[in-house]
Nanobody, 126 residues
Framework: QVQLRESGGGLVQAGGSLRLSCAAA????????MGWFRQAPGKEREFVAA????????YYADSVKGRFIISRDNAKNTVYLEMNSLKPEDTAVYYC???????????????????WGQGTQLTVSS
């Protein structure tokens, strides 16, 4: 079992940057691919980014490509989401999630992830 806890959310002005962290409890963190999702009020949860177990491969939603960077430190059981050039439309609750059997075909699907954090709020003001 993996327990996830996000941190680093807050209020930032448009054009600013912020880094989210997701700390995992348990010694099996490196066995899981990790993803970041977000959910804005009244909208479905959507894929943001994913990273493979080793951290070699990363994937992004088109809406954040070139602005966000996902990374992980398996020694620290932590995955990060560095967010730059933030826009008001990035405002959402951001969730990290662990996926034991992630594939390119399934990585954007919420139902393919095994464990979820509680989320952290990001608000981008215009």
């Amino acid at each position: 079992q993996v327990q996830l806890r996000e941190s680093g959310g807050g209020l930032v002005q448009a054009g600013g940057s912020l880094r989210l962290s997701c700390a995992a409890a348990g010694r099996t963190f490196s066995r899981y691919a990790m993803g970041w999702f977000r959910q804005a009020p009244g909208k479905e949860r959507e894929f943001v980014a994913a990273i493979t177990r080793s951290g070699v491969n990363t994937y992004y939603a088109d809406s954040v490509k070139g602005r966000f960077i996902i990374s992980r430190d398996n020694a620290k059981n932590t995955v990060y989401l560095e967010m730059n050039s933030l826009k008001p439309e990035d405002t959402a609750v951001y969730y990290c999630a662990a996926n034991f059997a992630m594939t390119i075909a399934t990585m954007t699907r919420t139902d393919s992830y095994d464990y979820w954090g509680q989320g952290t709020q990001l608000t981008v003001s215009s």
